[in-house]
């Protein structure tokens, strides 16, 4: 089977680091995805790695590690607004692109 | 500005009935998916389709067919809607891989309950 692991909830206070992990199992790999859904809105996203490293866009940072079948998704800088649930998703194979999606993992911003 | 649109944001269906759920983009993207949501469960994929006429199955297609007869429509069919369908149904869009296609354009979804 394919599955992806990710923590369900993450706490953390304004102006902090975050760090949310996703581990996967799937029978094919081209790359990581990271989405973000606010309450009652649509999956966004922020980031994609194919490549072993870190990607780095504005606050949101995202790293991939093929060979140990992980990736994780680092905010920084926290505000409130980062409130919301957060999805890593693997595309399993080029042509067609079959999209794995992880269970979520909602982040709570404190004051 | 990238547009995914559903036919509908919200939907009551009895079970039993035919329910289809219409999803458009305007991007000219060749992949269209569809995904339920359910809480704890992350987005699972129903089917997708990389090309008019073309479909694929997902991880959960029973109870489910699909069509897509032109490049910017993609529709989802419940032949027999059953309260274990109630749920919330996003549609997405991508472009070709080749041509940066590793991003997902998702719809406001669509929450449907079947009583």
């Known amino acids: 089977g394919q599955s992806l692991e990710q923590p369900s909830e993450v706490t953390a206070v304004e102006g902090a680091i975050v760090q949310i992990n996703c581990t996967y199992q799937?029978?094919?790999?081209?790359?990581l995805s990271w989405y973000q859904q606010h309450d009652g809105g649509a999956p966004t996203f922020l980031s994609y790695?194919?490549?072993?490293g870190l990607e780095e866009t504005g606050r949101f940072s995202s790293f991939l590690s093929r060979s140990d079948s992980y990736g994780y998704l680092l905010l920084q800088e926290l505000q409130m607004k980062d409130s919301a649930s957060y999805f890593c998703?693997?595309?399993?194979?080029?042509?067609?692109?079959?999209?794995?999606f992880g269970p979520g993992t909602r982040l709570s911003v404190l004051p | 500005d990238v547009k995914v649109t559903q036919s509908s944001r919200y939907l009551v269906k009895r079970t039993g009935e035919k329910v289809f759920l219409e999803c458009v983009q305007d991007?000219?993207?060749?992949?269209m998916f569809w995904y339920r949501q359910d809480p704890g469960l992350g987005l699972r994929l129903i089917y997708f389709?990389?090309?008019?006429?073309?479909?694929e199955k997902g991880d959960i297609p029973e109870g489910y067919s699909v069509s897509r007869e032109k490049k910017e429509r993609f529709s989802l069919i419940l032949e027999s809607a059953s309260t274990n369908q109630t749920s919330m149904y996003l549609c997405?869009?991508?472009?070709?891989?080749?041509?940066?296609?590793?991003?997902?354009?998702f719809g406001p979804g669509t929450r449907l309950t079947v009583l």
């Open positions: 997405a869009s991508s472009p070709d891989t080749l041509a940066g296609g590793f991003e997902q354009f």
């Open positions: 799937t029978s094919g790999f081209y790359g």
């Open positions: 790695n194919a490549l072993d």
């Open positions: 998703a693997v595309i399993t194979h080029n042509y067609g692109q079959n999209f794995v």
């Open positions: 991007m000219d993207h060749e992949n």
């Open positions: 389709s990389y090309d008019v006429k073309m479909k």
